[in-house]
């Protein structure tokens, strides 16, 4: 029997409606909108086409979304002279620094200047800090959206094991510090997960997968993890968007693991979607706790 799949888009398009209403709320009540600045610099497709979604979600939920470009021979110090106009404009509610950066740029650098308070990714050193004690300002979007996928479909964490293959700042290491938690601002059942991160050196890594009652895959390699690494009946999450000649494709190999998985997500349509939803979340939280 496959696997039911676990549609993140349709989720993300509910959440919307939901935001929809609170920001008609907000403006109503402030008398002007949330607002993201999105900073583009240089001319990668895929990052383009990100910050077009993401433009698109400001539109569709009522938040100004404002694009400042950069060409790729921007230096360092002419993008921490912008991030440090955003900070101190108040107009601007949320900053988003689309990654990744040129070559030349430091990341962590610019990633760091960004107020805490207006730093809707949940990158800044704060913001982490807050986060791993559990009294978090911001929820880092790709793994606040792995939650709303479970929460929404009526699945639970609390008490099994979760796997999650691949430690980035961005998915792995923030997605445990929610789902070992002892609590959730979705409930009790999307925390006090054990949790296990597996990376690269991981030794005998089909051994540790096979035992997770929740996989989440996220390293970013495509169809990395096959139908045999999988516990029959596992929760499978694929957090993974990879380009190949055959199209876009996730970190699990989606047509075997749909028949020993009990839940899935696909790609695209799945995790994805959620990733922008929940930044428009952030920006909102940002916008609220401006105001004091």
């Known amino acids: 029997m496959s696997a039911k799949l676990l549609e993140g888009k349709s989720i993300a398009s509910r959440i919307e409606t939901e935001l929809a209403e609170e920001i008609a709320d907000f403006i109503q009540n402030n008398g002007a909108p949330p607002s993201l600045a999105a900073v583009l610099v240089g001319d990668d497709p895929a990052s383009a086409v990100y910050v077009r979604n993401k433009s698109q979600a400001c539109d569709r939920v009522g938040i100004e979304g404002k694009l400042h470009r950069l060409p790729a021979e921007t230096t360092e110090e002419q993008l921490l002279e912008l991030i440090a106009q955003l900070n101190a404009d108040d107009d601007v509610n949320g900053i988003l620094v689309q990654l990744p950066l040129p070559r030349h740029i430091r990341a962590t650098r610019v990633l760091d200047a960004v107020h805490p308070l207006k730093d809707v990714d949940c990158f800044h050193p704060e913001n982490v800090g807050l986060l791993w004690q559990g009294r978090p300002r911001f929820l880092p979007c790709t793994p606040h959206g792995v939650l709303q996928i ?62 997770a009652d929740v996989l989440i895959a996220a390293i970013g390699s495509p169809k990395f993890i096959k139908a045999e690494m999988v516990k029959p009946g596992a929760i499978v999450v694929d957090v993974g968007i990879n380009r190949t000649e055959e199209g876009l494709c996730g970190d699990v190999d989606f047509a075997a693991v749909r028949e020993i998985a009990g839940f899935l997500t696909p790609v695209p349509r799945g995790v994805g979607p959620l990733t922008v939803t929940m930044l428009m979340h952030n920006t909102l939280t940002a916008a609220r706790l401006q105001l004091g």
Not at 174 to 188: E, F, M, N
């Open 150 to 211: 479970l929460a929404r479909s009526g699945l639970s964490v609390a008490g099994k094991q979760v796997v999650i293959v691949g430690r980035s700042e961005i998915v792995g290491k923030p997605l445990a510090a929610l789902l070992v938690a002892k609590s959730s601002h979705l409930g009790a059942e999307l925390a006090n997960a054990t949790v296990t991160i597996c990376h690269s050196q991981t030794a005998d890594l089909a051994s540790i997968t096979r035992q």
